[in-house]
């Protein structure tokens, strides 16, 4: 689906109440766009985790206004499944993704901090007295 709207409208074809009852969590899955506005935005919250991280953020339940409490975490496999027809991993998500080189070089310590290996628990930042 497009947009969170429609998502939130076929939420409350399925569970009843309105549209703009579950308009929230439907955002919240999909702002991501603002950062990646493509597909690979799905990346951070269209998977199993991102469901639980919804159900954490939302509650158990959304009420609706038909006075029925409707599982968040129902709600968030829905948008994935209208999303991607199945609900990936974080692990089906990140095994197929490269690293640019400038994002896979460590830095070593001694560039970082100021670091007195003959003293350990003497170490501090690297800054002007």
């Not at 439907?26 to 639980?52: C, Q, V």
């Not at 080189?101 to 002007?128: G, S, Y």
């Amino acid at each position: 689906m497009s947009h969170p709207y429609y998502h939130a409208q076929s939420s409350a074809r399925r569970h009843g109440g309105v549209a703009e009852d579950y308009l929230a969590l439907h955002e919240w899955f999909d702002e991501t766009k603002a950062h990646m506005p493509d597909p690979r935005h799905r990346a951070l919250r269209h998977h199993s985790e991102g469901i639980y991280l919804a159900v954490q953020v939302f509650g158990t339940t959304i009420p609706n206004r038909d006075g029925k409490a409707v599982p968040t975490r129902i709600l968030g496999e829905q948008h994935v499944r209208e999303d991607l027809g199945y609900i990936p991993t974080v692990k089906d998500w990140l095994q197929h993704m490269t690293l640019p080189k400038t994002l896979n070089r460590p830095q070593r310590i001694e560039q970082t901090f100021a670091v007195d290996f003959a003293e350990p628990q003497k170490t501090v930042l690297n800054a002007e007295p």
